[in-house]
């Protein structure tokens, strides 16, 4: 069943540079939840404490009650909570199959044989369309087939909560679309709930039920996606004040 | 009645362990002289395999890895002088000696990546040789000079058993699920981590291991040379010849080692015959050529541009 | 002065710019707006020669520099502001300023030029010795501008100036680059902050996807619900 993560009063701090400063959210349930900001808000580092790639300066994060704020990564994908990552990792070398199978052998479902994970790689693939490719390098696929491949690992570790930093970034409009119907059939089919880290406006208020928007560390506004981008905070944030005076 | 299928093994593996049966077997008839040149072959191989478990699976580059050979005859020679255990005694402390020493060593610097795990592993031979060169127990680093029956014989065997088991080791690790993770940590760390490979956990399996075959290769090395040396125990140009040897060989590959320690052998005698010293010279513009030109060694470029030999050679 | 032609850019197999196509008028001050991940950046990064194009072509001044790199703009006449500054912490603050006249152009008459900044920064000569790691953001962003004036431009190109300042002091920063255009230096400005770049502005582009969906006088562009449109992907 799908965990429920709570993240309380998280901050995270690089030396002198605050970038987290007291957010609180939940996560689970199946939901889409969208994190928007501007430039240089916070929402990565967020996404890293959530996902145990850093761990919180101060503020907790538990799942189903139990405290996670100093789990690796690696743990937390035991939870069923997997991320993926902005520029897409794949396992150069490997072929997609292989890539997926380790994800197969190594995430919840621990399968031990390979043989029988580069098998039911095959399955994952053909979720995101790439089973054509799945005996290919790699270091062969183009950005966007390397995107997918980061989407089916992450499915592969049998994760119930996934925690997607930007992965429908840098798309042409065609892409976009096929990104949005394809995580759309997708998650009907496998009941995942996600945190949707984005700049893509479209994706974003296309997919989520509730959107959270962060500005320098903190949280400014959260609701369905059509409240917040009526919310003036929100609007001022990412267009600046009407107030600002800069007359000559 | 029907016989269980056997498993299926690759070629190389039946190669390699098919040739090491046939020596086993043909052993004691060979002479003395040669007898000797193959132990120190055999050494030398144990020694590149054990590093390849760690360097050539996960691509940490550990130049520190002569400490564990170090430990290892450390453990022979005070076992042999000051406890009066038999030789094999001494090599099974010795592998258990350098296996809880690398534990400790891994322990702290596995946590460094790249260039950073390789600087830190530079400095442990240092300290080793520091520490030993101060402990009372050891003469202050006068060294320990022994005094064993001379058994090729005995040598072989012992030799022999360690290299069969590292071999056999290699295989099964790299074919099965710890296989992939392994493979994935060295491809990328961070995304293997995110999908549940505890990475923490099995650079230092591999370390310790690395570790335990190194000690107990290290014994057998300083049973056959008669004499523990503190200078030369941790020395770190041999720590680069080991590394030469997967170099060459084909790091992360299972016939890489050997071949890697045939060669090297092989020049060292060679080139140590005619200068002192210029077999290093030698070894290392081999490297360098292979670094420029075929960087994943012998076996590792053959299965790269030969894609027929790829079934037979790993 | 400068005109961006039919541009397609992006990075390592990322597309990121698709036909982008803009003028910056001589003497005039041109914004480039829009939500992020629109391409305002590499836009810019595009004239300043640190990303080269697949397509298109950059002219500057009838010369084509869609191949010149990056080193050769300032030389030409183009100065940049980068986003976030750059500074170099460890030189003070005129030291930096100094290495805005690095070209042999720009450097002959660096003590005047020098003296330019300080009167329209005077707050620089205040803190002319300090190291640049210690200055406020404001006093940052006015050395990074100071810095590019060194050089002599032609044409001054910022990349989000606002970035990290109070509101206050982006006022105060956007009434000193309004005056440096008005001085008649060419200036093509991008920025997340809509409203405060288009009151300073003669021209707009606004960015979305890598393209232009919009351009005009400021005045057109104003539209608040327009642009919330653009900026949060309304249809």
């Given amino acids: 069943m799908s965990p429920t993560l709570e993240a309380s009063g998280i901050h995270k701090y690089f030396g002198g540079v605050k970038a987290v400063q007291g957010v609180s959210l939940t996560l689970g349930g199946g939901r889409i939840v969208g994190l928007i900001g501007p430039n240089g808000s916070g929402k990565s580092t967020l996404l890293n404490v959530l996902a145990g790639v850093e761990k919180p300066t101060k503020g907790t994060v538990t799942v189903d009650g139990r405290r996670v704020d100093r789990w690796p990564a690696h743990r937390m994908v035991g939870l069923g909570i997997a991320k993926t990552h902005q520029i897409p990792k794949p396992f150069l070398a490997m072929t997609g199959r292989e890539n997926v199978a380790v994800a197969m052998m190594y995430g919840r479902r621990r399968e031990a044989e390979p043989a029988a994970a580069l098998e039911e790689s095959l399955r994952i693939l053909a979720l995101v369309g790439l089973e054509g490719r799945a005996d290919t390098p790699a270091s062969n696929l183009s950005v966007q087939q390397r995107k997918r491949l ?30 949005i119907s394809l995580f759309t059939r997708v998650q009907k089919e496998l009941g995942f709930g996600a945190l949707v880290v984005e700049h893509v406006m479209q994706a974003v208020m296309t997919l989520s039920d509730h959107v959270v928007v962060i500005e320098e560390g903190r949280k400014i506004a959260e609701g369905s996606p059509k409240e917040v981008v009526e919310n003036p905070a929100v609007i001022e944030a990412y267009l600046g004040t009407e107030a600002t005076d800069a007359a000559p | ?14 190669g390699l362990g098919g040739s090491l049966l046939l020596l086993g077997g043909v052993a004691p008839w060979i002479p003395v002289f040669p007898l000797i040149i193959l132990v120190n072959l055999l050494i030398f191989a144990a020694l590149a395999y054990s590093l390849n478990l760690i360097t050539g699976l996960t691509g940490y580059v550990n130049f520190g890895h002569v400490v564990f050979m170090a430990v290892g005859a450390y453990s022979l020679g005070y076992s042999v002088e000051t406890l009066r255990w038999h030789p094999l005694g001494g090599v099974a402390l010795g592998a258990l000696t350098a296996l809880v020493v690398s534990l400790g060593i891994g322990a702290v610097t596995l946590r460094f990546r790249g260039v950073y795990f390789a600087i830190a592993s530079l400095v442990t031979p240092l300290a080793g040789l ?108 041999f720590s680069l010849l080991m590394l030469a040897m997967i170099v060459i060989g084909g790091m992360g590959t299972l016939l890489g080692p050997m071949i890697g320690a045939v060669i090297v052998n092989l020049l060292s005698r060679f080139f140590l015959a005619i200068f002192i010293g210029t077999q290093f010279i030698i070894i290392g513009l081999v490297v360098i050529v292979i670094a420029l030109f075929i960087p994943e060694g012998i076996v590792g470029t053959l299965r790269k541009y030969v894609p027929e030999l790829r079934r037979i050679l790993e | 002065m400068l005109r961006l032609d039919g541009i397609h850019a992006g990075y390592d197999g990322t597309q990121v710019l698709r036909d982008v196509t803009l003028t910056a008028e001589e003497g005039a001050m041109t914004v480039l707006i829009g939500p992020n991940g629109a391409g305002k950046s590499t836009t810019l990064k595009v004239v300043n020669g640190l990303v080269r194009p697949t397509r298109g072509h950059v002219v500057f001044r009838g010369d084509d520099i869609t191949r010149m790199p990056a080193h050769a703009r300032p030389d030409k006449g183009i100065a940049a502001c980068p986003e976030g500054r750059r500074l170099f912490p460890l030189l003070t603050t005129e030291g930096n300023l100094r290495l805005g006249a690095y070209t042999k152009r720009a450097r002959s008459s660096a003590d005047e030029t020098l003296a330019y900044v300080y009167e329209l920064f005077p707050r620089l000569r205040e803190r002319a010795r300090v190291k640049a790691g210690r200055l406020s953001g404001g006093e940052q962003q006015m050395v990074g501008i100071g810095r590019a004036l060194m050089s002599k431009p032609s044409i001054l190109v ?17 009434v000193k680059i309004r005056k440096l255009r008005e001085a008649g230096l060419t200036v093509l400005m991008v920025e997340q902050n809509a409203y405060a770049a288009l009151r300073i502005a003669d021209f707009g582009y606004v960015m979305q996807n890598g393209h232009v969906v919009k351009s005009g006088p400021p005045a057109e562009l104003l539209d608040l619900e327009d642009l919330r449109k653009t900026y949060f992907a309304i249809p």
Avoid: C
Wanted: aromatic share 12%; net charge negative.
């Fill in chain 3, 158 to 174: 910022l990349d989000e100036p606002s970035l990290g300042l109070a509101p206050k002091l982006v006022s105060e920063i956007f």
């Fill in chain 2, 1 to 14: 009645m029907k016989l269980p299928k056997l498993p299926v093994y690759g070629p190389s593996l039946w």
């Fill in chain 2, 130 to 237: 520091n520490i030993v060169l101060v402990l009372p127990a050891l003469d202050d680093g006068q060294g320990i000079v022994l005094n064993p029956a001379f058994e090729p014989l005995s040598w072989f065997y012992t030799i022999w058993i360690i290299i069969a088991a590292e071999v056999g080791l290699t295989y099964w690790i790299t074919h099965g699920r710890l296989g992939y993770g392994i493979r994935a940590i060295k491809s990328d760390e961070d995304a293997a981590k995110s999908l549940g490979v505890n990475a923490p956990h099995l650079k230092l399996f591999l370390f310790a291991l690395s570790g335990l075959f190194a000690g107990a290769a290290g014994g057998v090395y300083a049973w056959t040379t008669s004499g523990v040396f503190p200078y030369a125990a941790f020395d770190l140009t």
């Fill in chain 1, 150 to 179: 980061e989407f089916a690992r992450a499915l592969a570790t049998g994760a119930s909560l996934l925690l997607l930093d930007e992965i429908f970034a840098g798309l042409s409009p065609e892409e976009l679309r096929d990104a």
